[in-house]
């Protein structure tokens, strides 16, 4: 079952080990997550972002959140990273 999910050419299926047995899942791949090297973490597509406020934010194409630690916009991404030399 594992190689059959390793060979899908989506991306769609996925799996985890529990009790070192292989089980598989369905996992929908609607937005696709990148690290950018020395930057943020991108987010492309349609998210909602709950903020430490309670508020919820509908964002759309594609979202930066800080990796660095020194955005002023925390968790999105300000550029920051760029100043402080960011190296991760
Ligand atoms: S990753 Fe850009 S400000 Fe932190």
Redesign the pocket.
Known sequence: MVKQVQKCPSGALGYYFKDEKAETESISSEQIVET?PN???MVYGNLEVKLPSGEVKKMSKVS???????????P???????K?D?KG
């Open positions: 950018i930057g943020p973490l930066a959140f800080c990796r660095c630690g020194g955005s002023q916009n925390k999105f991404c300000d550029g920051t990273h760029k402080i960011f």
